[in-house]
């Protein structure tokens, strides 16, 4: 039930509350992981390990998007969770430092941190989605999605470029000062743009337009879990979702380090380094974006076909990628990051923009239950390939004696990664053109 539907401006302003949470978090997967393993000279396992359980406290996601389902207000907890993020990301910082004097501390602290990370970050991302979902109206989903993660990869881009610049040369004092700064930032940010977003009268619409009940209790959650999971659609999309985020997020942690350890690149380098790789992520969202959309009317493809063309082209980049790790210097590296960029965008975007126009398929009522479970195959699926990227490495390292082709390896197996992907993305149907929802009449504002 679309209740007040948001307008663009107000899809706007949701896609700075994405950019926000992406700034704080892009600073903990690149530049933290990067100072971790070289700076300070850690296993790569370790920001793997940390990375991860930032991810699996997002497990939690159905949960809270059930508890969307049920009613209630959804700024108080985008807010919160946008806080306990900035804290969390602050703290990461920090204890990044403190590693240098006091290992345990520094671990002790580092693990808080994360656990922070991930609590923000699952709270605010999903119910920002069910905000999104809820009160845009059914033929601007797709592209209000694509809209909002643009601006995600803009405050990736933006973030990553203003740290690499500011942290050279290197120093614990400057970390602490970036860091900081961009938490603040994006806590003020995203506090600016939901101000107002969400009514009293905004809530009693969404009662009165819930077409289920109002249950308690971890009974209900279950059931409605298990509801969700039984419908055949839900169950294939999250099972892509899965596999194809474990190829996406592999690389995520030892990009720099290969960065680093085979083309020797300093810490500002490597983070601008993540700053290309974004810029062509956000390439690759605008150009489908432009090419699927109400007004080309299917002429340059499917959702579905960008999304299994961008699973194939990012198999291929890895590939790449992995030869690069061979050749070592002398390899166009910035160039093939890139293209590992614009290939990853575009099948992103495309398997977001069909998630959101299939959140409401399976049954009225579940669409933050389905929306939640989603987004827990997505975080789980983030942190088991941050470890197995960072872990592979470390155990080909150690089996093949050299680090050159030791990435090599573990970009070959992400390339395969994606191509079983493809082939997943190859079975999903189509999601049904939504239909527009009854009106429900209420009392004016």
């Known amino acids: 039930m679309i209740v007040r539907p948001l307008g663009w401006l107000g899809i706007l302003r949701l896609g700075l509350v994405q950019t926000a949470l992406g700034a704080i978090v892009v600073m903990t997967t690149s530049t933290l992981n990067r100072v971790m393993v070289i700076e300070y000279a850690l296993p790569a396992t370790i920001p793997g390990l940390l990375v991860g359980l930032h991810y699996a406290v997002q497990v939690l996601r159905p949960r809270w998007g059930y508890g969307s389902d049920q009613g209630g207000r959804h700024v108080p907890w985008i807010l919160g969770g946008m806080g306990v993020l900035a804290a969390g990301g602050f703290g990461a910082a920090l204890s990044t430092v403190l590693l240098s004097s006091s290992a345990m501390a520094g671990l002790c602290l580092a693990a808080l941190s994360y656990l922070m990370i991930g609590a923000g970050v699952g709270a605010a991302g999903t119910n920002l989605l069910v905000l999104l979902?809820?009160?845009?109206?059914?033929?601007?989903?797709?592209?209000?999605?694509m809209l909002v993660w643009v601006m995600m990869i803009v405050g990736f881009i933006v973030t990553t470029a203003i740290a690499g610049h500011n942290l050279d040369p290197f120093s614990p004092g400057r970390l602490l000062v970036v860091s900081g700064t961009i938490s603040v930032v994006a806590l003020l940010i995203a506090g600016a743009a939901l101000m107002g977003i969400e009514t009293s009268a905004d809530i009693t619409r969404a009662r009165l337009a819930n077409d289920n009940p109002r249950e308690a209790g971890e009974g209900a959650f279950l059931e409605a879990l298990r509801a969700v999971w039984n419908e055949p659609q839900s169950r294939r999309f999250t099972i892509f979702v899965f596999v194809s985020m474990l190829a996406y997020s592999s690389q995520d942690l030892i990009l720099e380090p290969f960065a680093g350890i085979v083309f020797t690149l300093t810490p500002g380098q490597t983070t601008k380094l993540s700053s290309v790789q974004h810029g062509g992520v956000l390439a690759g969202m605008v150009l489908v974006a432009l090419l699927v959309n109400p007004v080309t009317k299917g002429r340059f493809g499917s959702l579905r076909t960008w999304t299994i063309a961008g699973c194939i082209?990012?198999?291929?980049?890895?590939?790449?990628?992995?030869?690069?790790?061979?050749?070592?210097?002398?390899?166009?590296?910035?160039?093939?990051?890139?293209?590992?960029?614009?290939?990853?965008?575009?099948y992103a975007v495309a398997a977001i923009g069909s998630m959101m126009g299939m959140v409401s398929d399976g049954g009225a009522g579940k669409g933050g239950t389905r929306m939640g479970l989603w987004g827990a195959a997505q975080a789980i699926a983030f942190g088991l390939g941050g470890l197995a990227g960072s872990?592979?490495?470390?155990?080909?390292?150690?089996?093949?004696?050299?680090?050159?082709?030791?990435?090599?390896?573990?970009?070959?197996?992400?390339?395969?990664?994606?191509?079983?992907?493809?082939v997943l993305a190859a079975g999903l149907s189509q999601a049904r053109e939504p239909v527009r929802p009854r009106s429900v009449s209420v009392p004016a504002e």
Request: proline content about 6%; glycine content about 10%.
């Open 313 to 346: 082209a990012s198999a291929a980049a890895l590939a790449l990628l992995s030869l690069g790790g061979l050749v070592g210097a002398g390899w166009p590296l910035r160039t093939t990051v890139f293209a590992l960029g614009v290939a990853n965008g575009a």
């Open 133 to 145: 979902a809820k009160r845009v109206v059914p033929e601007r989903r797709g592209p209000a999605a």
């Open 391 to 422: 872990t592979a490495s470390d155990i080909a390292r150690a089996l093949l004696g050299a680090p050159m082709p030791a990435y090599a390896l573990v970009f070959a197996l992400e390339s395969v990664l994606f191509l079983v992907s493809a």
